[in-house]
C-alpha cells in the first residue's frame, strides 16, 4: 500500500509538458488562483489568450506564492496560437452542447492522455467566466473535459476548476513510471491539422461541394473529424497530397471548358 506520507516520485514528464490555457480570462484574481491551483500540482506551463488585465496586482495577491508562474506566463492573441505546439489539446466545458462532443471526466481525460502515443505538450483549456469555450474554439480540441457537478448547481470558480483538472493529472503522474515513447512518426500537430482543414475547404470548394459563403456546419464536422486523436504527421501529408491532386485536376477539367466554350464561339 502507498506510504501517504512518501509518496512516490513523479517520474513521468506528464505535469512539465502539461499547460494550463486560460481564454479570455474577465477578473485577473482568477489568474492569480489558477496559477495557485497549478503550482500546488506542479504545473508550470500557463498560458493567457488575451486576458482582460494582465499583469495585475491582483493576479499576484490570489497566486500567494505562485507568482512566478505568472512571471513566465506567455501572453498570445488567439486560441490557435496557444496549441499550435501541443500533441494533445483538451477543452473544459460545462454545458451541453448542440453537436456531439466526445467528452471525458477529468480523471477519465487524465488517464487517456497518459496512454496516447505523443510525446508532446498537452493543453487543457479553460474557456471564459461566464460563457466558458465557444463551440469553434471546443472543436480545436480532441477531447473535452466536464466536471461532474450536481446537476441543479454545475458552476465553478475557474481556479476550482483548474485545480481539479491539475489534481488529476498529478495523479496519473504520480502512477506513471515509464515515459511515455517518442514516436517515429508522431502525431499532427494542432496547426497542421488546422492546415488540413482550410486545404480540405479550398478543395471541397473548387470541386463545388462546399460554399463558403453558406457553410453551415461542415466546417464545424470538418474541425471535429481531423481532430480525432491518433492522426500522423504523415497522414495529414497523405491526405494534403491528395487533395492537391483533387485541385488540379479541377483546375485542369475548368480550363478543358473554358477552351471549348471559346472554340465555340
Known amino acids: 500500500m502507498p506510504d501517504p506520507e512518501n509518496p512516490p516520485p513523479v517520474t513521468s514528464g506528464l505535469l512539465s509538458r502539461t499547460r494550463v490555457v486560460l481564454v479570455e ?3 485577473p484574481g482568477n489568474i492569480g488562483a489558477a496559477a495557485r491551483a497549478m503550482k500546488t500540482m506542479g504545473l ?18 490570489r497566486a500567494s506564492g505562485a507568482d512566478d508562474l505568472l512571471q513566465a506566463a506567455v501572453v498570445v492573441e488567439s486560441l490557435e496560437a496557444a496549441i499550435a505546439d501541443c500533441g494533445l489539446v483538451l477543452g473544459t466545458t ?16 487524465a488517464a487517456w492522455t497518459l496512454a496516447q502515443p505523443t510525446s508532446g505538450d ?4 479553460f474557456g471564459r467566466e461566464q460563457s466558458g469555450l465557444a463551440n469553434e474554439e471546443l472543436a480545436l480540441c480532441q477531447r473535452a473535459i466536464r466536471i461532474p457537478t450536481a446537476p441543479d448547481f454545475s458552476s465553478l470558480n475557474l481556479g476550482q476548476a483548474v485545480q481539479i ?42 470541386v463545388d461541394y462546399y460554399d463558403p459563403a453558406r ?47 471559346i472554340g465555340e464561339e
Open 165 to 206: 483538472c491539475a489534481y488529476e493529472f498529478r495523479l496519473a503522474a504520480l502512477g506513471d513510471a515509464v515515459p511515455p515513447p517518442v514516436e517515429e512518426d508522431p502525431l499532427a500537430t494542432p496547426a497542421e491539422l488546422a492546415a488540413l482543414v482550410e486545404h480540405a475547404k479550398r478543395a471541397m470548394a473548387t
Open 94 to 109: 460545462a454545458r451541453m452542447r448542440h453537436l456531439e462532443w466526445p467528452v471525458f471526466a477529468p480523471r477519465e481525460a
Open 25 to 27: 480570462t474577465s477578473h
Open 44 to 61: 508550470r506551463q500557463l498560458v493567457l489568450v488575451r486576458p482582460r488585465l494582465f499583469p495585475s496586482a491582483e493576479a499576484t495577491a
Open 215 to 261: 457553410p453551415k456546419l461542415l466546417p464545424v464536422r470538418l474541425q471535429r473529424l481531423v481532430a480525432r486523436p491518433g492522426l500522423a504527421r504523415s497522414e495529414v501529408q497523405i491526405l494534403r497530397g491528395f487533395l492537391t491532386g483533387v485541385e488540379k485536376l479541377a483546375d485542369g477539367t475548368l480550363a478543358t471548358r473554358r477552351k471549348r466554350d
Open 122 to 125: 498537452v493543453a487543457l483549456v
